[in-house]
């Protein structure tokens, strides 16, 4: 029997606002000492009172356009009720029947190097909604004490709820590389997943293919990383084919975690069934309302968004000339894509001032800028271990030395190294260039004299190009290379050696 996995995704992404969602104390209290950025109202004193923090819904609405969601006009929050220490008022503030945004949708970009038109898969986003998270439960190794740390209580929440749209594990990881993408590029998030800014919950369920009906499905809880979740999924597409084969497919909903040791799913407490969270409605909060005249109109977030990734690989790879095996690594930073864009535009401004400016050129400067950029430039950051932010060289510098390059005063070799320089001290090409002396020898005098010595040290080559075989003008090129120090043009040695040669 042919069987097609059903995935659909629960994420949450902790957002960078300055202060929590109910109170004033600071945001990602990750990096102070436990328990000292919190409050009453985060450690859920009787009688305190939560202050919505108006950021975070700014925040949420914006992720909530970006994701192609319809805002609805009027949303609440609710009581998410359960008993747990992580968690001190007893339940947790977030939204149920009335969420920020629904209907969306997020188109998975093509693998790198494909077509932005090829294979594009468009996932349904059911929801976005805002809560808060629960502090964290640290346990002893012996398992003797558990302590918890409140500084995590209170901090603002998305939570993004997808259709279950997945086919296939790896468009469920590329969803998620994509919607961190987003994050970053809405100033929301950081979206890292390894630091727990965003958590991944996925369903999965097998069917036979040509079926229209659901099976219970299985919860993966746990997951860590992009590439965790498609393994997971992978994991557990396997579980469950066997499942099926002995003919006891799953038959109640459960809950599994991803155990990235042994790298399988393993069983885990029976999922509760929403009844259980006895949700009502936040007395302590008065409903939003979203439109003109209100503290926040979705018609005018929209206008503040940025261009957004999806846009901006299109835009680099059909107006700049990036090639599409690049586009993807240069767009996935926006600072990054900003610097690429800055580099490109100062060498088509200085293309342009030539008289043999053309389209063509135009496209190969911005194709040879993206080459550099993501493997070369960055390709140095990680010999180095550092990242991009931390390289010193300015786009205005790196258009300079690509000139340099694309008009063969210098070979790849040479602009190499310049490049490790600038990305260490943040020199100038130009000058680098004079106190290396190694800027390449164009200038005919110099090689003229090159050109008579290996031919009248060559006489044999010679001959067999003037019997007819144009190869051999290879041999004498590379004399000349040698006697240059590799500091010659080859392009114009070859030139002058086959104008002499005529001439012979
Ligand atoms: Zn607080
Ligand atoms: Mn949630």
């Known amino acids: 029997m042919e069987l097609e996995p059903i995935i659909g995704l629960e994420i949450h992404v902790q957002m960078k606002t300055r202060t929590k969602m109910f109170c004033g104390c600071i945001n990602h209290g990750e990096h102070e000492n436990p328990n000292t950025a919190i409050c009453p109202i985060c450690t859920g004193h009787p009688g305190t009172l939560p202050v919505l ?30 008993f747990y220490p992580d968690l001190p008022k007893g339940y947790q503030i977030s939204m149920y029947d009335l969420p920020v945004g ?44 558990s302590f918890v740390d409140y500084n995590r209580a209170g901090t603002p929440l998305m939570e993004i709820v997808t259709q279950p749209d997945f086919r296939a594990p790896t468009d469920a990881r590329r969803f998620l590389q994509e919607l961190q993408t987003i994050c970053r590029y809405l100033g929301v998030s950081d979206a890292d997943m390894e ?107 929209r206008r503040t968004l940025p261009e957004l990734p999806a846009a901006k690989r299109h835009r680099f790879v059909e ?115 004079e106190e290396m002396h190694v800027e390449q020898v164009s200038d005919t005098d110099t090689l003229t004299t090159a050109v008579e010595a290996a031919i009248t040290a060559h006489p044999g080559p010679v001959a067999d190009y003037r019997s007819g075989k144009s190869n051999a003008v290879q041999f004498l090129v590379g004399q000349v290379m040698k006697a240059t120090k590799g500091t010659a043009n080859p392009g114009v040695v070859r030139t002058l050696l086959e104008e002499r040669l005529r001439s012979i």
């Open 53 to 82: 923090n108006m950021v975070a819904v700014t925040y949420g609405v914006r992720t909530a356009l970006a994701l192609n969601c319809r805002i609805l006009e009027h949303v609440k929050f609710d009581r998410k009720n359960y």
């Open 195 to 301: 630091k727990g800014h965003m958590r991944c919950d996925a369903n999965i369920s097998l069917r036979p293919a040509g079926s229209t009906a659901f099976w219970p499905k299985t919860e993966i809880k746990n997951v860590n990383s992009t590439k965790a979740v498609e393994r997971a999924l992978e994991f557990e597409i396997r579980r469950q084919t066997k499942l099926w084969q002995t003919n006891t497919p799953p038959s109640t909903s459960t809950t599994r975690g991803w155990d990235d040791g042994k790298q399988a799913t393993v069983d885990q407490r029976e999922k509760e069934g929403e009844g259980d969270y006895r949700y009502f409605p936040e007395p302590d909060l008065p409903p939003l309302h979203f439109g003109p005249l209100q503290p926040i109109d979705p018609e005018v977030v």
């Open 102 to 145: 629904v209907e969306g949708y997020l188109d998975i970009p093509a693998t790198s190097g494909a077509k932005e038109s090829d294979h594009r898969t468009r996932i349904g986003i059911t929801r976005l909604h805002l809560e808060e998270d629960a502090a964290k439960l640290l346990h002893s190794p012996d398992e003797q004490w």
């Open 319 to 433: 107006e700049l000339g990036v090639s599409a095996t690049d586009v993807g690594t240069i767009t996935n930073d926006p600072a990054l894509a900003d610097f690429t864009e800055q580099v490109i535009s100062e060498l088509h401004a200085w293309i342009r001032s030539t008289p043999d400016a053309s389209d063509d050129l135009l496209a190969k400067a911005g194709r040879t800028a993206g080459g550099w950029i993501a493997s070369k430039l960055l390709g140095i950051g990680n010999d180095r271990g550092t990242s991009f932010g931390e390289s010193k060289a300015t786009a205005e510098n790196v258009a300079e030395l690509l000139t340099l390059f694309l008009t063969h005063r210098i070979n790849s070799t040479i602009a190499q190294q310049l490049l490790e320089q600038m990305v260490v001290t943040g020199a100038d090409p130009s000058q680098l260039l």
